[in-house]
């Protein structure tokens, strides 16, 4: 069992910059893969960002390239997800999963844990 917990979420202006975190308050993120995503009020559940166990593999969904970018800290057992140049449409929920290891982090089914959501606001 891993409890997952985010932070970090908050209202920004329209270009500014937020820092997200996720923790597992109860055990080391080790042996799984951490993903970040995103719902938008009405919308599905998106796919945002992911880092395999041992930070070798990072994956972003498309329009965020350049613009978000997620690290790990090992040390602190924290996953980070900073976002620059946000717009009013990257107002959504943020989520954050983990995931055995040898899995598509590209999709929610394959994530095993979740928290409960940080919620960030762009404003134009």
């Known amino acids: 069992q891993v409890h997952v917990v985010e932070s970090g979420g908050g209202l920004v202006q329209a270009g500014g910059s937020l820092r997200l975190s996720c923790t597992a308050s109860?055990?080391?993120?080790?042996?799984?893969?951490v993903g970040w995503f995103r719902q938008a009020p009405g919308k599905e559940r998106k796919f945002v960002a992911a880092?395999?166990?041992?930070?070798?593999?990072?994956y972003y969904e498309d329009s965020m390239k350049g613009r978000f970018f997620i690290s790990k800290d090992n040390a602190q057992n924290t996953v980070y997800l900073q976002m620059t140049s946000l717009k009013p449409e990257d107002t959504a929920v943020y989520y954050c999963?983990?995931?055995?290891?040898?899995?598509?982090?590209?999709?929610?089914?394959?994530?095993?844990?979740w928290g409960q959501g940080t919620q960030v606001t762009v404003s134009s």
């Open positions: 999963a983990a995931a055995a290891v040898n899995k598509d982090y590209r999709y929610s089914y394959e994530y095993d844990y």
């Open positions: 109860d055990r080391t993120f080790r042996g799984y893969g």
């Open positions: 880092i395999s166990w041992n930070g070798d593999g990072i």
